[in-house]
T-cell receptor, first 114, second 115 residues
Framework: DTGVSQNPRHKITKRGQNVTFRCDPI?????LYWYRQTLGQGPEFLTY????????KSRLLSDRFSAERPKGSFSTLEIQRTEQGDSAMYLC????????????FGEGSWLTVV | DQQVKQNSPSLSVQEGRISILNCDYT??????FLWYKKYPAEGPTFLIS?????DKNEDGRFTVFLNKSAKHLSLHIVPSQPGDSAVYFC??????????????FGQGTTLQVKP
């Protein structure tokens, strides 16, 4: 399977714990995106990378959130001191440079904070 | 501030008939629009797109219409098939961010196609 891969697919954590999600994009894609989707809503943009550079962060990305793409390949999204409001699906997507209709999404990582 | 709105949470149509999904937007700077389909437990998959310089784009059974003056777009599926049952998201990109891949999504419309 050469699509966007995310893991873990599901994570249940206690409030206050840290969690990390990993995304492996399509290999030739230099753009990588993180979105968040809550129940009944569409995906909301969080941040994106071009190669290893993080070029934009949404105001939704509080100080407790950090994303990295150390070698321009896979990416991690870490949430520190999780809160119940962080419960959502975290979607990763990748694309070729500037090609909006080639944005491919992964299956998402479900986070439940209890 | 919901810049992209899909006011119908759900739609049910009979197999073989036309499905029309609607989307409204408020930001006049949006210049590229996309429709995504999402099955349960899967990520959204790209369906069809349209640039603001066009008013129609067709791909097989799927056609997207854009009315810029009304800030409205619609997705037509003809004929509808049971496999089309999914959540459909409308998304838009602003001129300044069309090169970043930052998409603004609507809330989604759940389409059910009955056999």
């Amino acid at each position: 399977d050469t699509g966007v891969s995310q893991n873990p697919r599901h994570k249940i954590t206690k409030r206050g714990q840290n969690v990390t999600f990993r995304c492996d994009p399509i290999s030739e894609h230099n753009r990588l995106y993180w979105y968040r989707q809550t129940l009944g809503q569409g995906p909301e943009f969080l941040t994106y990378f071009q190669n290893e550079a993080q070029l934009e962060k949404s105001r939704l990305l509080s100080d407790r959130f950090s994303a990295e793409r150390p070698k321009g390949s896979f990416s991690t999204l870490e949430i520190q001191r999780t809160e119940q409001g962080d419960s959502a699906m975290y979607l990763c997507a990748s694309s070729l440079l500037g090609a909006l209709n080639t944005i491919y999404f992964g299956e998402g990582s479900w986070l439940t904070v209890v | 501030d919901q810049q992209v709105k899909q006011n119908s949470p759900s739609l049910s149509v009979q197999e073989g008939r036309i499905s029309i999904l609607n989307c409204d937007y408020t930001n006049s700077m949006f210049d590229y629009f996309l429709w995504y389909k999402k099955y349960p437990a899967e990520g959204p998959t790209f369906l069809i797109s349209i640039s603001s310089i066009k008013d129609k784009n067709e791909d097989g059974r799927f056609t997207v219409f854009l009315n810029k003056s009304a800030k409205h777009l619609s997705l037509h599926i003809v004929p509808s098939q049971p496999g089309d049952s999914a959540v459909y998201f409308c998304a838009a990109s602003e001129g300044s961010s069309s090169n970043t891949g930052k998409l603004i999504f609507g809330q989604g419309t759940t389409l059910q196609v009955k056999p």
